[in-house]
């Protein structure tokens, strides 16, 4: 710890040290001061993490003033040293204009080893030479939007990695299974996103579990989230010209 050699320790009374008795003092004082606020640190994290247990696998950092950002997954809020306000929202650098929220999102950001995107555990729909994964639940209200916006996609495969959120939606779990053995997957993922048909109960062997661990990997807490194939990542229902931009983005690098 570069603290333990802070030259506020005291030398000898024989030292030919330059450092005066009040020198020493202050640099004492100060390595005190710093030692109070790395142990504020820890406790704050300590009773962050029983105030609220979901933040244990969040990214914390101090942020400005004695507010800390707390980020996970997409989210993030920030929290002063005593927990008497929470900001949740944007929050906007004035000097230089820049938003410090949106720049924790895209620093926070997953970033997928494309080799770890498997299309054996995804169902294809769509055909064409550009490709994208999407991490989705069929009960999930915004899976739901984004799966019309894929639909207006030109040229491009589209890999749906079913996600089921059990914590929010119940019965996603079974009704991600019986997608996944039906006859065409595909017709039976749309008709149940796009339609609201269910499909016919049925069970088999099926991925949940791996995908489940892909996303818990890279941190993917919400769907639906768009992976591409340079392995960034897109959170929620993003139109279908957002989708567009960034394809057209990677083919230029």
């Not at 994290?45 to 609220?52: I, R």
């Not at 004695?66 to 993030?76: C, I, K, P, T, W």
């Amino acid at each position: 710890m570069w603290l333990s050699s802070w030259p506020g320790q005291a030398p000898p009374p024989e030292s030919t040290s330059k450092f005066s008795t009040e020198d020493t003092m202050r640099a004492l004082l100060f390595a005190l001061i710093l030692t109070c606020c790395t142990q504020a640190r820890a406790d704050f994290l300590q009773d962050l993490h029983t105030k609220y247990p979901q933040t244990k696998d969040a990214v914390v950092k101090k942020a400005f003033g004695d507010f800390y950002s707390v980020v996970r997954g997409n989210e993030v809020i920030y929290i002063n040293e005593d927990f008497s306000v929470l900001i949740n929202g944007d929050v906007v650098d004035l000097k230089s204009g820049r938003s410090l929220t949106t720049s924790l999102r895209e620093a926070n950001r997953p970033k997928f080893d494309p080799a770890d995107l498997h299309e054996s555990d995804a169902i294809q729909v769509g055909s064409g030479a550009r490709r994208i994964f999407v991490f989705s639940d069929p009960d999930c209200p915004f899976c739901r939007q984004l799966q019309g916006e894929l639909g207006k996609l030109q040229n491009v495969s589209v890999y749906m990695l079913p996600l089921p959120l059990t914590s929010l939606h119940p019965n996603a779990a079974s009704l991600s299974e019986h997608i996944w053995c039906a006859g065409d997957r595909a017709a039976a993922w749309n008709g149940y996103l796009l339609r609201g048909v269910k499909p016919v109960e049925k069970n088999c062997p099926n991925p949940l579990q791996r995908n489940a661990a892909l996303a818990a990997k890279y941190r993917v807490l919400g769907t639906p989230a768009i992976v591409f194939e340079d392995g960034s990542v897109i959170p929620g229902a993003v139109p279908a010209s957002a989708i567009e931009a960034r394809l057209a983005a990677l083919v230029k690098k």
